[in-house]
């Protein structure tokens, strides 16, 4: 069965999980490893499918990341059946602008290049894409 995630990773946002699932319309979750932030799921939540069909997806980010403006975004959606990512695509913004060089797409991505680079943006040490933002079930709607 594949496994889809889509969503955004905030470092160190100024608003609290409740505050983000508001903003962005999806299910919010605070960690602390590999990165220091908050991860908001954007899977199946229909308001905010609804605004990023109409608007699309970076326009829908980049308008929300104003109201956070001392953190870096990270976009990013992606599908897996069970092991390398088979395509993603992602991107990452400050206060509206894109972060120069972070848009990427890729049909697939074995060595989870895209997931990882895109993750450092955001402060994340993560040496492969495989930790709790990313399994089934860390998010009510995955």
Known sequence: MAHN????????????????????????????????????????????????????????????????????????????????????LGFACQNGVLIEGSGQEKDADPQNEVLISLLRIVGAQAPTSYFAPFERGFFPNT
């Open 5 to 88: 995630f889509e969503g955004v990773f905030v470092e160190r946002p100024a608003l609290g999980a409740e505050e983000l699932e508001k903003l962005f319309h999806g299910f919010a979750r605070e960690i602390e490893q590999p990165f220091v932030g908050t991860v908001v799921s954007l899977v199946g939540t229909v308001v905010s499918f609804q605004d990023r069909e109409r608007i699309g997806a970076k326009t829908f980010v980049l308008e929300k990341s104003k109201a956070l403006p001392n953190s870096k975004i990270a976009y990013i959606n992606y599908v897996t059946w069970a092991g390398a990512v088979d395509s993603v």
